[in-house]
């Protein structure tokens, strides 16, 4: 398992912005490859996939309610992911969670069940 911190998150007005911080703990391993993801969860509603990036950050995927908004990056160096979320919309509103995954041979996924180590999430509030 993987230990991850998220941070960021806080109250914005409709069309504002956030940028959400993933940290990955020490003790995980540098050399290895994990696909890392975005996802949220509002009251009453499913957890959603966001946005994920692989191992390498050469491929990402995102939602299409979020396409062309929110930018997932990463800095292998420090061991952190980010979510730009820019055009912020009170549908936005929802716990921020990050999750990490191994990497497979299939696609990149924003499925929660090719995740394994989880954040406690961080809470977006967009007002309207």
């Known amino acids: 398992q993987v230990q991850l911190e998220e941070s960021g998150g806080g109250l914005v007005q409709a069309g504002g912005s956030l940028r959400l911080s993933c940290a990955r703990s020490?003790?995980?391993?540098?050399?290895?490859?994990?696909?890392m993801a975005w996802f949220r969860q509002a009251p009453g509603k499913e957890r959603e996939g966001v946005a994920a990036?692989?191992?390498?950050?050469?491929?990402?995927t995102y939602a299409e309610s979020v396409e062309g908004r929110f930018t997932i990056s990463r800095n292998s160096a420090t061991r952190t992911i980010y979510l730009q979320m820019n055009s912020l919309k009170p549908e936005d509103t929802a716990v921020y969670f990050c999750?990490?995954?191994?990497?497979?041979?299939?696609?990149?996924?924003?499925?929660?069940?090719?995740?394994?180590?989880w954040g406690q999430g961080t809470q977006v509030t967009v007002s309207s």
């Open positions: 999750a990490a995954g191994r990497p497979t041979s299939s696609p990149l996924s924003r499925d929660q069940s090719d995740y394994y180590s």
């Open positions: 020490r003790r995980a391993s540098r050399n290895v490859p994990y696909n």
């Open positions: 990036i692989s191992w390498n950050g050469e491929t990402t």
